[in-house]
């Protein structure tokens, strides 16, 4: 996802939450939570210009099939 969107540029994951204990090396127990994700959408319009790959949409697997694109701002 790094190489095709910015900070700020919006996206769509569709994925799980994972959740996972570890201890620090000073000892310290800390919490993570990881989206494990399962397909991917970039929201945010690319201009002409850019010399990035073309991608739009990346789909890993799973069992459900991708969401619809989404071309407008969301309600909220």
């Avoid at 939570?33 to 201009?47: C, G, H, M, P």
Wanted: glycine share 6%.
């Amino acid at each position: 996802v790094s190489k095709y969107c910015r900070k700020g540029e919006s996206i769509y994951i569709q994925g799980r939450l994972h959740t996972r204990d570890y201890t620090d090396k000073d000892g310290n127990k800390k919490h993570i939570t990881e989206i494990l994700a399962e397909s991917v959408i970039f929201l945010s319009a690319k201009k002409v210009s850019e010399k990035a790959p073309e991608m739009e949409q990346v789909h890993t697997g799973g069992d459900a099939p991708p969401p619809p694109r989404i071309e407008d701002d969301l309600p909220f």
